[in-house]
């Protein structure tokens, strides 16, 4: 039995707009770009880049949906008419805060509409008042991969700097209105997915550019657009209300090098530079840092980036630093180590075990990740994102034996324990997620992160029941005792 000792520590569950409210064309809500992907029946899960991938032509295609294909996220697990009932699941094992995304889309529909959406509003009054009714603190991510599809029709997705305008007009207007009621702010879900994914992090297409280079350019353009959105976010909200607390968040993906030939040392710590600190050391110390400068003068990358920009970005940081966390993987120079692990540029690790997406279990990276983190930067650390998917199916008695999930969950709760005994100042955790949810990467319902089961299948077959699995009982139980 371990023992967690902190006391006052957040615990909690993380969701997102897009993967749990359905409901998407109510109440004046339009179109997202996560809404416009659809199911693919014969995935391979451990090579999801064809999903990724998709083609502008397909995206567009789906706006009319003459193909009669299956869009997950535009039903979610229904949420938006099931909220009470799941807030009232959430208290009762014990959650005391959760993260959850709000849709833009149902606020300003169309991005450059004068007045926010009424209706809109009014929802997520009534789920924060819910959450508060229950005991439950509330984290808001601001914008969480759900670009308004009109504002990619009007103006082109991040790469323009007239979305920062929308964006913070969007941002400032849930700011003012629900400033009382909501406890921490992440202006951006995990803000590195701007290079991974345009489409997905900024609403651009590889379609629209003439070559990679110019594709990548645009991608570090568009990211530039959210750091300035991002600390422009910052000062606006402090200076409506000085108490504010507001957070980065940065898909962590830590990698080691494979083995110790320097040669891969050198290169896992280059690529570690590139993909995981510079995000990091941008958000907390206010300017690019070298190593990121000479990377875009040996791509040829060339951003438009104002003075004004750079001082908004240096006065303005962030209160706390989170991070998902899933899996790690290992670099080396050998292309013929790279995994088939989907979404990460890394490679196969022999100590350790991968999920059915090629997603390595490491328990104890979360320890060296977080440790890393606090040594660098020195800011209070919230684990925003921390769980494992898998294919489930409801026994006879209802339920689902997920030990496997409940094992996940320990160890890396131990290891947060563990990170804070070697002085880390962690304060926080969502597990991803209190309930299942469509998958971010590969849209299916079958890969289920949830304590609790939602019966449907990836094409929406089903009652939408909710039903507790093992881990909600084992959640529930150390929440009462502190003990893992
Ligand atoms: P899914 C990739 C790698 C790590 C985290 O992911 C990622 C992604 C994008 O898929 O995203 C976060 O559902 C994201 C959540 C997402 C979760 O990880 O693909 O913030 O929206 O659901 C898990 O298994």
Known sequence: MYKFKKENFLWGGATAASQVEGAWNLNNKSLTISEMRPFIKNLDRKNIKDVLDISKENYLKSIENKDNLHYPKRFGVDFYHRYKEDIKLFKECHLGIYRLSMAWARIFPNGDDEKPNEAGLKFYRDVFEECKKNNIKIMVTINHFDLPYPIIEKYGGWVNKKVTDLYLKYAVTIFKEFKD????????NEINVAIWSGVTGLGIFREDYKSNKLYLEACYQGLHNQFYAQAKFIEEAKNISHEAKIGCMVANSTNYPLNCDPKNVRECQRLQQIHRFFFYDLMVYGSYPSYINRFFKENNINLEIKKNEMET?????????????????????DESDKTE???????????LKATDW??????????????EIWDKYHLPIFISENGIGVLEKLNEQNTIEDDYRIDYLKEHMIQIGEAIEDGCDVFGYTMWTPIDVVSAGTNEMSKRYGMIYVDYDDFHNGTGNRYLKKSYHWFKKFR?????
């Open 181 to 188: 009621i909501v406890d921490y702010w992440l202006p951006f």
């Open 341 to 351: 692990s989907n979404l990460t540029i890394a490679g196969k690790n022999p100590y």
């Open 313 to 333: 970005i240096k006065n303005n940081k962030i209160d706390f630093i989170s991070f998902s966390y899933y899996a790690t993987g290992t670099i080396s120079l």
């Open 358 to 371: 090629g997603w390595h279990i490491d328990s104890i990276g979360i320890r060296i990740t977080i440790n």
């Open 480 to 484: 009462e005792t502190n003990l893992l």
